[in-house]
């Protein structure tokens, strides 16, 4: 098993509020760990939102006494939604701050996946499917028959969203799968909504290495208007 990692600030923005970790190694009981965090919020909080998330996630699997992933999983990101939203209340600089969220950890016999916000993890072998749902306005559209899904990536409140790491509704979805060979896809927005699921299949199931899999995708969102930052971690699931 194999993974790697890229981030990118696009075309438009002016930071890079994304953050990105992946460790094919064991982190605390969990024995491998990718996250993708996409930050939201004015200049410079957004970022301190993510790269706050992800590290304090990680510190606090590393010393995590939980055996049970879920539970691990949903402990530390609640203890980071509650420092988060403190801060939010003590500086008013970071008031409003928050993240999306969108970790997995692969065990010897399923893959493990906790999201919150509209960053997504993508399951590819023969087919591309999204494992993650989104939490956000477009979404809950989408559900209820409003708007067809690819018209989603193109809807002026796309980047609504209904639950974030900093934000009172802070729950997570969790979802298991087979951990078989195929990929592991996390992204951040600025690629799912700059290129379409077709075309991602295309991206990330072509005989490539992952390292090239990651490049094209980066070059084709900046080549589609590049109008988010663009982050991702790949994962090769081959044992």
């Known amino acids: 098993m194999r993974s790697v990692g890229a981030s990118h600030i696009g075309k438009v923005r002016t930071e890079n509020q994304d953050r990105i970790f992946f460790s094919d190694q064991p982190v605390g009981n969990l024995k491998s760990l990718y996250i993708v965090a996409d ?8 970022g301190y939102a993510a790269d706050y998330a992800v590290k304090r996630f990680v510190e606090l699997v ?3 006494e939980e055996k049970d992933i ?4 949903r402990e530390a990101i609640s203890a980071v ?6 801060k939010c209340r003590e500086d008013a600089a970071y008031a409003g701050m928050g993240t999306t969220f969108v970790a997995a950890a692969v065990s010897d ?12 993890l993508y399951y590819g072998d023969k087919e591309l499917r999204q494992i993650t749902t989104d939490h956000s306005y477009v979404e809950e559209l989408i559900h209820a028959g409003v708007l067809k899904r690819e ?4 809807h002026p409140k796309k980047n609504l969203i209904t639950r974030a ?29 700059m290129i379409a699921d077709d075309e991602l299949k295309e991206l990330l199931l072509d005989h490539s290495q992952i390292e090239k899999k990651a490049n094209q995708m980066i070059i084709r969102a900046n ?7 663009i982050s991702l971690v790949i994962v090769d699931l081959k044992r």
Do not use: W
């Open 109 to 120: 016999e399923k893959i493990t996946v906790m999201n919150i916000g509209d960053s997504r």
């Open 81 to 86: 939604n509650q420092e988060i939203l403190k």
């Open 39 to 46: 930050g939201m919020g004015g200049h410079q909080s957004g």
């Open 165 to 193: 790491v900093g934000g009172q509704s802070a729950v997570p979805d969790f979802f298991e799968l087979e951990a078989k060979e195929g990929y592991l896809l996390l992204c951040s927005d600025g690629l799912s909504n």
């Open 70 to 73: 879920i539970e691990c999983m």
């Open 62 to 64: 590393e010393v995590s």
């Open 151 to 154: 018209q989603g990536r193109f």
């Open 223 to 229: 080549e589609y208007g590049g109008q988010d930052n």
